[in-house]
């Protein structure tokens, strides 16, 4: 399982304290016609930083440990098929005005999901492991083409991701290269009937100067999970996320979010990274399931393997 690969790697790594940083204050975001900051281009993620921070390790890192701890993380993933993963070189860590991060939370201080009981029984398994093979339902919502990456809040994996920001003066959209492509953020307070809710939720955002601020609930319950390396990030239907994104740079587009969720944490949390401009500009169009056949294959696969066992025999 990638959880136990990853902690027999992590611990042959040996870290030193350090970090570094850099400033932005200068820096003039460009407006649209509307006069708003503006964020149209394409927006990509590719990191190996983990939702949740290893016990002993600083948020911000040095380069030398985070070589070290992005090597742990690659490690995990040894004997991966799918492409996607390895063909884009070394593995990398989430960068963030400068610093090299070990997780994505960032408060808690010690970078760990606060779940609450229900929370921590909920969320006891890795994502990518799901909790059984009797049906689809106990498999991920990636594996299931179900669920995005780009809902918030967003999150980012080890491939590439990518992110198109389209503004008008009352409507944000933001389109992904993945499941679940078009999110809708309503500038103009547009609210949604408590009835219908949804996986992605409902988004009505704001500026605060050059920051874009978004307020998101109406979730639905059907399915809590969202993907992470390793245990899930759960949301439920009393859940209120706001995002901030904010331009630091030509290149770099700031990512904050806070989710305040007292059904599954005892407070709420933090998490931070940053998205890249990609200068390509190109969206692609994303068929999760034409010629999928994976899901059918590992719920057969384990019958046979079940049939087997009933009748004493060896793999």
Avoid at 30 to 54: H, I, N
Avoid at 199 to 206: A, D, P
Avoid at 275 to 298: K, L, Q
């Amino acid at each position: 399982m990638y959880s136990r690969t990853f902690a027999i790697a992590l611990t042959a790594c040996i870290f030193s304290a350090g970090g570094f940083a850099q400033s932005s204050d200068t820096y003039q975001v460009p407006k649209t016609e509307f006069g708003q900051p503006d964020f149209q281009a394409v927006w990509s993620t590719r990191f190996y930083t983990m939702l949740e921070r290893p016990e002993g390790l600083p948020l911000a890192l040095s380069p030398e440990q985070a070589a070290g701890f992005a090597q742990a993380v690659a490690a995990g993933f040894r004997g991966n098929t799918d492409p996607d993963i390895d063909r884009l070189g070394s593995p990398v860590l989430a960068i963030v005005n400068g610093e090299l991060r070990s997780s994505v939370i960032v408060y808690p201080e010690n970078g760990v999901l606060p779940y609450n009981e229900l929370g921590t029984q909920r969320a006891a398994h890795g994502y990518f492991e799901g909790v059984g093979y009797d049906g689809p339902e106990q498999r991920p919502g990636t594996e299931r083409c179900t669920e995005a990456w780009g809902s918030p809040p967003m999150r980012a994996f080890n491939y590439q991701l990518f992110h198109g920001f389209v503004q008008t003066a009352d409507t944000i959209a933001i389109v992904s290269e993945e499941a679940v492509m078009l999110r809708v953020i309503h500038m103009d307070g547009h609210l949604r009937p408590d009835a219908i809710r949804s996986f992605e939720g409902h988004s009505v955002g704001h500026w605060e100067g050059d920051t874009l601020v978004v307020e998101t609930t109406h979730y639905s319950d059907v399915n809590p999970e969202r993907a992470t390396l390793s245990r899930p990030m759960l949301i439920s239907s009393e859940a209120r996320v706001t995002e901030r994104f904010t331009r630091t740079s030509e290149t770099e587009l700031n990512y904050q979010y806070t989710v305040d969720d007292p059904k599954y944490y005892t407070e709420p949390w933090r998490g931070e990274f940053s998205f890249i401009r990609d200068e390509g500009g190109h969206i692609y169009e994303f068929t999760c399931h034409e010629g999928n056949y994976s899901m059918v294959g590992a719920l057969r696969g384990t019958r046979v393997e079940e049939a087997r066992a009933a009748r004493g025999e060896e793999d």
